[in-house]
């Protein structure tokens, strides 16, 4: 930044009677133009330094983005200012500026892909090189344009004076590569170079002592880097530091963070306790830099996890995640005598949304009877107007409150209007219907719930903050902490599961890091919605607790990532007999001839947010098109292998999405494969 101060107060003065822009002769003409430029770059440089200075010393939290952007700006600019600049140009002038140009065009693209793509170790190696190459040519550039003090100008019509330029430009490029300090990037060091086994024993001691491991703010919030060393012929030790050591932060930590940490120093301002940004490592950085030298020196291999290498998440959570949760324990432990807390949740008037209340009760109630209605505001849900806002809540099923724990009780309602009609968004009054209609044939349901961790902003859980993890295949069912993000969460709604009494059959992680899946059933009839939706309801309220956010959304995000279903297993007595599979192909042929309906039916939008995931890749059939096919899983229904080779069991329709409502998919299949209903629209039956 002082530097670009500098150099505007030199373009500056180099420009006569100050900053003159146009003469003040008739016609009018721009004057001074390539210093206007030079000031316009130097400015850009400046501004570019401010935002550096500012993110990094007095924002409350490092901003990453923002350095970069600016930085791809100022290249973009600098990069047409010197296209302009040699409009009127020639000869060796000419030829030192297209070098030059060639440079920063190189430096932008890579700063362009740093924009999207995680700073890889071989981005880093291309921004220093570049860097380097660009200011030492800028200085061979000053001697070729001016003449030295001693000694002769270039000529510009000589052309063995052209063709020595680009050899120069050649040797600087070659100096550039000599002196990338790979020792300083992850994964540098002399490779292949191993000290003898007198000296990997001499500094066994010494190089304990190095090792490090680096953690980036809170474990819930943050994902960073664990580093080792290893010396030639020996397993890898890792040291894990004390925590009065020096930590490297890069998202907020909250104050129980702290105050587990003891420290002799005054307590920060409530500035600082909020936040710590990457100004604290800054000497031990230095310090460490010096450290890996050495390492490298002595033939000791720096290795680092690549499986993604970015800025580590700095991943926005909730403010009330960063309470001390110890505080609340005090008052949740106090009796509560013979009065019980009944959670009524209900379904909202978008079809996705779940809404809760409590109530108190006098004692604690044995089954769904014995719970009383209630009313809400619709017009507070999307699902009423204010003038006629009160809705009735019927409860429908009952479970053990996992948050509260017994005797309270979590309370699954219908919602009724104020005439007594289902709501539009509660499709359990018709499926229940439905259910009862085919209860002799036994149908069974076990649905896979697919879901995806985001931060409060939007972002996955656990990726770069500006960029993307490794590509998909090491995070379907992986363990570690680079494979696996969110696993805390995932055990705590497993448990609370459990406890709810809700019939959870599993969980796993999917195939896109921070996406999950568990598993409800078997279920019959109506209970697999019931269960589906209270299974939502604990998740969305243990995310809550964490701090983050879990979407249904089918596609969060798009590219070369899989979406999230809601993959539905599905059977009935006939089809577990013996010959089931008899059945099993005259429901997959009915279903065949009905595949819009159901289409329509598997997501709250009528399938437009399907079409987003139904795309016949990532492991989903086209949406337009129907397909079985036995362990086929881009198929539309899937016969598992089992079934095939046992001949009796269940199918799997892998169309509905993640956000589905549980009550329409298990109620178009009764229709479709039981009550052999045909066409595009559902029969309506009488009472």
């Known amino acids: 930044m002082l530097a670009g101060f500098g150099l505007m107060a030199y373009e500056i003065s180099c420009v006569e009677r100050g900053l003159t822009l146009m003469n003040r002769d008739l016609p009018p003409r721009f004057m001074y133009a390539k210093q206007w430029q030079h000031l316009t770059m130097f400015i850009l440089l400046t501004l570019n330094g401010c935002i550096d200075i500012l993110s990094k010393n007095l924002l409350p939290q490092r901003c990453v983005p923002l350095e970069k952007g600016i930085l791809v700006l100022t290249f973009y600019v600098l990069l047409l200012l010197l296209v302009s600049h040699v409009q009127d140009s020639v000869g060796v002038e000419m030829h030192v500026h297209s070098l030059l140009i060639l440079v920063v065009l190189l430096l932008m693209l890579v700063f362009t892909a740093k924009l999207w793509a995680p700073d890889t170790f071989q981005l880093a190696v291309i921004?220093?090189?570049l860097f380097q190459m660009m200011g030492s040519w800028l200085v061979q550039a000053g001697f070729i344009l001016y003449k030295p003090v001693s000694g002769y100008p270039w000529e510009d019509d000589n052309i063995s004076d052209i063709m020595f330029v680009t050899t120069f430009f050649c040797w600087h490029w070659e100096r550039a590569a000599l002196k990338v300090d790979f020792p300083n990037y992850p994964g540098g060091g002399k490779r292949g170079c191993s000290p003898g086994r007198k000296s990997a024993k001499k500094n066994a001691n010494e190089d304990e002592d190095d090792l490090e491991s680096r953690s980036s703010g809170s474990p819930s919030n943050c994902f960073g880097f664990v580093a080792y060393s290893v010396n030639a012929g020996e397993k890898p030790r890792v040291k894990i530091k004390s925590t009065q050591e020096p930590s490297y932060s890069c998202s907020t930590r909250c104050d129980s963070d702290r105050a587990s940490t003891p420290s002799p120093s005054p307590s920060p301002s409530p500035r600082k306790l909020r936040c710590v940004d990457q100004r604290e490592p800054e000497t031990h950085e230095r310090s460490e830099r010096h450290s890996k030298r050495r390492r490298a020196k002595e033939g000791i291999i720096d290795t680092f996890d690549l499986t993604w290498l970015g800025t580590?998440?700095?991943?926005?959570?909730?403010?009330s995640s960063h309470l001390n949760k110890g505080i609340k324990q005090v008052y949740m432990a106090l009796p509560q005598g013979e009065k019980v807390q009944a959670m009524y949740i209900w379904i909202d008037g978008t079809g996705e949304g779940l809404r809760c209340k409590t109530r108190t009760l006098d004692s604690e109630p044995k089954c769904i009877e014995e719970l009383p209605e209630w009313n809400f505001d619709g017009s507070s849900t999307f699902q009423s107007e204010g003038s006629n806002s009160d809705m009735y809540l019927v409860p429908a099923a009952m479970f053990r409150d996992p948050f509260r724990k017994d005797p309270n009780k979590l309370v699954f309602c219908e919602v009724f209007k104020y005439n007594r009609k289902p709501a539009e968004t509660n499709l359990r009054h018709t499926c229940k219907r439905i259910m009862d209609m085919v209860s002799n044939q036994r149908p069974w349901f076990g649905m896979e719930q697919e879901y995806t961790l985001m931060g409060t902003d939007g972002h996955p859980f656990g990726w770069p903050s500006n960029g993307f993890p490794g590509p998909q295949g090491p995070y379907y069912c992986g363990v570690g902490a680079d494979k696996a993000y969110g696993r805390d969460i995932v055990e705590a709604h497993y448990r609370a599961c459990l406890y709810a009494g809700i019939k959870i059959g599993g969980t796993n992680a999917e195939v896109m890091p921070a996406q999950w899946e568990f598993q409800i059933g078997p279920c019959e009839g109506i209970d697999m919605g019931d269960h589906l939706w209270v299974a939502r309801f604990i998740l969305h309220r243990v995310c809550e607790d964490?701090?983050?956010?879990?979407?249904?959304?089918?596609?969060?995000?798009?590219?070369?990532?899989?979406?999230?279903?809601?993959?539905?297993?599905?059977?009935?007595?006939?089809?577990?007999?013996?010959?089931?599979?008899?059945?099993?192909?005259e429901a997959i042929e009915k279903l065949s001839k009905r595949h819009q309906y159901h289409i329509r039916a598997y997501d709250p939008k009528g399938g437009l947010d399907n079409a987003r995931r139904l795309t016949g890749f990532h492991e989903t059939s086209n949406i337009n098109d129907f397909s079985a096919g036995v362990a086929n899983r881009g198929a539309s229904i899937r016969i598992p292998r089992t079934v095939g080779q046992e001949k009796k069991g269940y199918f799997e329709d892998r169309r509905p999405s993640a956000n589905c409502d549980p009550f329409a998919v298990t109620e178009a299949l009764i229709r479709t494969c039981l009550l052999n209903e045909t066409g595009d629209e559902p029969f309506q039956y009488k009472n």
């Not at 580590?312 to 403010?319: H, K, L, N």
């Not at 995000?557 to 192909?585: D, Q, V």
């Open 127 to 129: 921004e220093t090189f």
């Open 312 to 319: 580590p998440s700095t991943m926005a959570t909730s403010a």
């Open 546 to 585: 964490f701090g983050v956010i879990a979407t249904f959304d089918p596609k969060p995000i798009p590219g070369n990532w899989n979406g999230a279903g809601c993959h539905t297993n599905f059977s009935t007595k006939a089809m577990r007999e013996e010959n089931g599979l008899k059945y099993i192909e």
